[in-house]
């Protein structure tokens, strides 16, 4: 097997791409890829769900969902199989896109209960579905709360996990064989703190009787085929592992990921391109919270759902949208998909996929899985800066519009000052909450008393609700001011207000 460092780009090389493609000199539209086949995809342990991971996934929208007229979507799953790709995303969301799979499975042999059933090839793939329910019981309309299936309306989320597997293995109506399994199903794209509160009801002391029911408690019952929500009746296990999405708000997914106390959650899928820094980014708040949980991280909206190309920056909703080219003059693909898996902390990319070739320079599932043969490491800090510089400039640099708008660098949140008297001493004691990053990573925080620097706590991902602390033992009984300051990786810095220590005795 080749050295990773054969099948990327050198950083002279990507350099010179960068500046002829800034220079509006005419690439070919493959020259910056070099080698087309990668004859034993790379692979990247992912977090807790103990599975080595292509660093190429399928993704389950693009022509699996919107299918132009002249593509046969099964082919597009066949020929990653083919190829060695292990990593497959579906959605009850994307459309026909999970019927596809169900096409697709069968002529490869995956499907439980058929003639020539080959289950050692099924344990090889990790087989990912979504839904976007946020009850599994109840639920009706509450403000800040999307609660959608294409399923039958009123229908919850283990119906939706019901229909993933009689779409993919059974017979589309309902009917599901035995040992059939989902490896992982994510609560899909959570948007707000309110949407994450519906998802966590009942979890802590699940109740049959409930008037409402969140999707997590229902799903960890199909996971652990237990049925302590009683949506569960047969105990079955159709569930492996838990997880979830996000493309729009880092501090919903935070949330998510610090609600979790009993670590129920393994995996996580979340928007990263090259134009991530532009926006509320994702790569310096929750991908490092989310790796610090050791969760499975999967990448998504490497080119932004096509709009760093020739689609219109909005949601895709019909074959038109779909992108079939590989990449552009100005604007190799190759440097996009580098950047999401050389971003810290994530494991594998999965990228839709519009048209599959014989040709290997004019297939995208060839060229996207050669560009993904890259090491963690794999891109310079200069180079994903000149990646950013390229990407920057497509659409004005509003191609995330998915992404929450760039808000900056935030004081501690939820900052506050306590005093106590303890074996006759006067301690002082103040807490917080993480800090928002803005494009440079957090480093620490500055604890100044009146108006001096006394002290600083080193930043760590907050992997739940139990606030930083900072302690110290005074002397005096004389009232004080403290401020706690988030300081960044540039130096960058933004300070709480201050927080008033009132005179004791």
């Not at 959605?91 to 289950?119: D, I, M, T």
């Not at 779409?167 to 994450?196: C, K, S, W």
């Not at 001096?452 to 139990?466: G, L």
Request: charged fraction near 20%; charge should be neutral.
């Amino acid at each position: 097997m080749s050295n990773a460092s054969d099948h990327r780009i050198s950083r002279r090389r990507f350099i010179q791409t960068t500046s002829l493609a800034s220079a509006g000199l005419c690439l070919g539209p493959y020259w910056a890829f070099g080698q087309i086949n990668a004859t034993k995809p790379l692979k990247r342990e992912m977090g807790r769900l103990h599975f080595e991971a292509t660093t190429l996934g399928l993704g389950g929208q693009a022509s699996l969902q919107w299918t132009p007229a002249d593509v046969e979507p099964a082919k597009i799953i066949l020929k990653a199989f083919s190829l060695g790709v292990n990593y497959f995303d579906t959605s009850n969301v994307y459309g026909p896109s999970q019927a596809n799979y169900g096409k697709a499975f069968r002529e490869l042999q995956l499907v439980p209960g058929q003639p020539g059933y080959n289950e050692s090839a099924r344990r090889s793939i990790f087989l990912t579905s979504k839904t976007m329910l946020r009850w599994a019981k109840g639920g009706g309309k509450r403000e800040g709360v999307r609660n959608f299936s294409e399923g039958p309306q009123g229908s919850g989320a283990v119906d939706d996990v019901k229909r993933s597997l009689t779409l993919i293995f059974g017979d589309g109506q309902g009917h599901y064989p035995e040992g059939a399994y989902l490896d992982m199903v994510l609560v899909h794209n959570l948007t707000t703190r309110e949407e994450v509160d519906a998802v966590y009801e009942g979890l802590e002391k699940p109740d049959p009787a409930a008037e409402r029911i969140g999707t997590l408690a229902a799903l960890l019952d199909y996971r652990d085929g237990t049925n302590l929500t009683g949506l569960n009746p047969k105990e079955e296990k159709l569930i492996r592992h838990l997880g979830f999405s996000g493309h729009h708000s880092a501090a919903a997914m935070m949330e998510m990921i610090q609600r979790d106390e009993r670590d129920i959650l393994e995996g996580m899928l979340v928007a990263i391109n090259a134009n991530d820094r532009l926006n509320f980014n994702m790569q310096h708040n929750v991908i490092p919270v989310a790796a610090a949980k050791n969760l499975g991280l999967i990448a998504m909206k490497v080119f932004a759902d096509g709009a760093m190309y020739t689609k219109p920056a909005e949601w895709s909703n019909k074959p038109e949208h779909v992108i079939r080219t590989v990449g552009s003059a100005t604007l190799p693909s190759r440097p996009l998909v580098e950047y999401a898996l050389s971003t810290p902390g994530i494991h594998t990319a999965i990228i839709g996929i519009g048209q599959i070739d014989d040709d290997p320079k004019a297939c995208q599932l060839q060229q996207n899985l050669a560009a993904a043969q890259i090491a963690p490491n794999g891109l310079a800090a200069a180079d994903r800066l000149a990646v950013e510089k390229m990407t920057n400039a497509v659409k004005d640099g509003k191609t995330n519009w998915f992404q929450l708008p760039k808000e900056g660098l935030t004081p501690p949140r939820e900052a506050v000052a306590e005093q106590e008297m303890r074996d006759g001493k006067r301690l002082i004691r103040l807490k917080w909450q993480t800090a928002f990053a803005g494009e440079e990573p957090l480093a620490r925080y500055e604890i100044w008393r009146d108006h001096q620097k006394v002290s600083q706590v080193a930043h760590q991902p907050q992997i739940s609700r139990k606030p930083f602390v900072f302690e110290e033992v005074m002397n005096d009984k004389a009232a004080h001011t403290y401020q706690i300051a988030t300081v960044d990786g540039a130096e960058h810095s933004a300070a709480s207000a201050e927080l008033l220590v009132p005179t004791v005795g």
